[in-house]
Each structure stands twice: as C-alpha cells, then as structure tokens.
C-alpha cells in the first residue's frame, strides 16, 4: 500500500500569512493512464471533509484562489497564500493512483496563533 | 446540488451486525462510483470501500474485507454498508461519498458507529 506523510503534523499561523503544507508518497502516483490523483481535503471543526484540490494542482469550484498546489510523482505541495480564520481545521492529502486501497495522509492541523 | 445523507449509525455489540444507508440526490445516482470512508474519534481518514455505478466493482480495505459489503440499489438511490463481526475498533464516523477520479469528491454528513459492550 501507499503510505503518505505530511508535514508540519501541526501548523500554526498569523492571519494573512502564508502557510506551506509538504505531503509525500511511498510509491510515485503517476498512474498508468498518465495522470496522478492526488487531492487536498479541508476539514474544519466539526464538518465532514471538503475536497479542495484534484489531480495535484486543480482547484474544486468555490474553492478561494488563495489556496494552490502543486507537484509531482511523490512529492507534493499545499499553499495558503494568506490565510484567514476560516482555514482553521485539519488538511489531509490522498492518493487515487495506486489503489486499491485508497490512502490518505495523517492530516496537518491549521490554526491561528 | 449534491447530497449525501448517511443513517443507520448506532450503539452496537461487538460481533453484532449493522448496515448503513446513505441517500443520494442531486446528480445521476446510477452513473456515478460510491466509497465508504471512516474517521475514529480524533483520528485520521480511513478509506473503507468502493463500489462501481453499476455494482460489478467492489474494493475493499484489508481491515474490513470479509466482514463489511458493500451494495447498492440505483433505483432508489441509496447506498449500503453491511456490517458484520463488529469490532471496538470499527468505532468511527461512517462517511459515503461520491466517487470521480479515483477520489471521493463530495462527501455526506457522517452517521457514528459505536462499537461497545
């Protein structure tokens, strides 16, 4: 299986500062079709989890242009660039490539300072 | 727009059986893949099965394999998890989502399982 790491595990920030979240795999998530399914997943306090980002850099419609990423093959990258008291929760990347099982990482937990 | 509501959660001996539900609205239920992901109290996500539009393709993680089912009923756009052999450690928030990309894009509200003597 896939085993996927973050870091920072914690994260605190100052409102309007940048936040940089690094996510890496075991294997590299290039599929054999050519793309590689990574995605970032918001929680916030107490709701269900919120896809944020597909195939690695591909933001879901509503999501605010202040959030980005990027990367490739096993390394991989969340950026906040100026984060606001609503990014407050837990951020975890998952891999759609090499599955089953689908997995996802331990989760960075975002908040204010 | 899409909606996910998850029930059939509750308190539950282990070794007893529970089956979940998750009602879909909002797209063409029948077209689209389905997963199961789980959260512990406190913990991470844990992807727990998929099934394909059309029934023919189930996965499976390894902790649930032989004891968990997935199934579906597209006419009446619902979703199930079957449950047996319930273990302490199968206690979680049971989420359904819908599948696309290999991911679980939209999510449900979640119904808790308690799995307790």
């Known amino acids: 299986d896939v085993v996927m790491t973050q870091s920072p595990l914690s994260l605190p920030v100052t409102p309007g500062q940048a936040a940089s979240i690094s996510c890496r795999s075991s294997?590299?998530?290039?599929?054999?079709?050519?793309?590689?399914?990574l995605s970032w997943f918001q929680q916030r306090p107490g709701q269900s989890p919120r896809r944020l980002i597909y195939k690695v850099s591909n933001r879901d419609s509503g999501v605010p242009a202040r959030f980005s990423a990027s990367g490739s093959v096993t390394d991989f990258t969340l950026i906040i660039s100026r984060v606001e008291a609503e990014d407050v929760g837990v951020y975890y990347c998952?891999?759609?490539?090499?599955?089953?099982?689908?997995?996802f990482g331990p989760g960075t937990k975002v908040d204010i300072k | 727009q899409v909606q996910l509501v998850e029930s059939g959660g509750g308190v539950v001996q282990p070794g007893r059986s529970l089956r979940l539900s998750c009602a879909a609205s909002?797209?063409?239920?029948?077209?689209?893949?389905m997963h199961w992901v789980r959260q512990a109290p406190g913990k991470g996500l844990e992807w727990v099965t998929f099934?394909?539009?059309?029934?023919?393709?189930?996965y499976y993680a390894d902790s649930v394999k032989g004891r968990f089912t997935i199934s579906r009923d597209n006419s009446k756009n619902t979703l199930y998890l079957q449950m047996n052999s319930l273990r302490p450690e199968d206690t979680a928030l049971y989420y359904c989502a819908r599948g696309y990309d290999h991911t679980p894009e939209s999510w449900g509200q979640g119904t808790l399982v308690t799995v307790s003597s």
């Open positions: 099934i394909s539009y059309d029934g023919n393709h189930k």
């Open positions: 294997q590299s998530l290039v599929d054999s079709d050519g793309n590689t399914y």
């Open positions: 909002g797209f063409t239920f029948s077209r689209s893949a």
């Open positions: 998952m891999q759609g490539s090499q599955w089953p099982p689908i997995t």
